[in-house]
């Protein structure tokens, strides 16, 4: 869940989602910003886990080749760019297709321009997988799809975004609140209440595997705190496995707290502790799609209390994250309550304690 924090001005912002459909790098869009004195991005392909964008110069066939810290296979094409990355143990992949623009002016001046696509695998990665036949027909399918990715998933719920019904006219997209007020201040005067998980939004009665079925409240509808927009966007629409808590279940838990502590995926930045000393330094071990997890609020003890996933890098260089938010009153990259980067000294870049691959 998000953390309880003290209360801060709600603003309304604008959100925009831009999809620049183009490939390579030079893309129009890249251009124009060129033209207008913004910096040309470097950090648009897929990170290598050094938080550079890996290239061979060699050229050749495509190749698959195997790289530590953590254990993770690259498939590069015949022009040495990479083509995927597929890390041990987990399910998500980061695949360059490609580039997008995404966007939030009204709140942020911060724009993540990539060719990174982050999609799920229908199991995790192990080295040699290159050769198994799961992954031949998945890689055949997603290899050059425009279907969306978590990434495109994700703004789905941001401020402003259409609403979108499935077959039975459920809304399962559009501008997601973070919760509703919260006007009895039982929450330590906290704007808005945490705890609205992805079935709230939904409005549906969710049955979780362990038979534990989750009940919707009418006054969180359209709602999701930080851990159920994660759960909303990565389980409900990606199908990655959810757990009905943090205790019942298998699968990914209810919690940012139980995220973190998880056996789920990897661990990309161990959690030492949750103190100020214990923030990761080496925080380019990062890639697209990673959860990253804070520890915002002394009030909630020894737990873990938000969590975001990381969605590259901005036109000025810095890491940013999505997450959904109570100061902005659900999904955003912006900077409302604290700007959306992982590096330097800022609000979140101080209270991140660990991060995890799924």
């Known amino acids: 869940m998000a953390a309880k924090k003290k209360s801060r001005p709600v603003v309304s912002a604008a959100v925009v989602l831009t999809l620049v459909a183009a ?25 290598d886990g050094s938080g550079r964008s890996g290239g061979a110069s060699e050229k050749g066939e495509e190749h698959w080749t195997r790289l530590d810290n953590p254990a993770r296979s690259v498939l590069r094409g015949a022009d040495g760019r990479i083509k995927a990355v597929l890390t041990d143990g987990a399910r998500t992949a980061t695949l360059t297709g490609p580039a997008r623009t995404f966007g939030e002016p009204t709140s942020t001046r911060s724009k993540v ?112 705190d930080c851990s159920g927009f994660i759960r909303l966007v990565i389980g409900y629409r990606a199908r990655y496995p959810l757990m009905a808590t943090d205790d019942a279940g298998d699968g990914l838990p209810r919690t940012a707290n139980g995220m973190a502590r998880s056996n789920e995926g990897v661990d990309i930045l161990p959690l030492h502790g949750i103190s100020a ?62 700007v959306s980067r992982l590096d330097g000294n800022g609000y979140y870049a101080k209270t991140l304690r660990s991060a995890k691959r799924l």
Do not use: C
Request: proline share 5%.
């Open 23 to 47: 490939s390579g790098y030079l893309t129009l869009e890249l251009r124009k910003r060129d033209d207008q004195g913004i910096p040309q991005i470097t950090n648009v392909g897929v990170l």
């Open 113 to 224: 321009s990539t060719t990174d696509w982050v999609r799920l695998m229908p199991e995790p990665w192990s080295k040699g997988s290159e050769d198994k036949r799961w992954f031949k027909e998945w890689y055949t399918e997603y290899a050059d799809s425009k279907e969306d990715d978590l990434f495109a998933t994700a703004f789905q719920y941001v401020q402003d975004a259409p609403v979108k019904k499935d077959a039975q006219g459920v809304a399962y997209a559009g501008d997601a609140n973070f919760g509703p007020l919260n006007t009895t201040g039982a929450e330590g005067g906290d704007l808005r209440l945490e705890q609205s998980d992805f079935y709230d939004y939904l409005g549906l009665r969710y049955p979780f595997r362990d038979g534990t079925v989750g009940e919707p409240e009418a006054v969180r509808a359209r709602s999701v």
């Open 277 to 338: 000393q214990d923030r990761p330094t080496a925080i380019d071990q990062l890639q697209p799609g990673d959860l990253v997890f804070f520890k915002l609020d002394t009030r909630t003890g020894q737990r873990l209390d938000h969590v975001g996933m990381v969605l590259g890098y901005d036109t000025e260089g810095h890491l940013i994250f999505v997450s959904s938010r109570e100061e902005v009153n659900g999904p955003t990259i912006g900077d409302l309550g604290g």
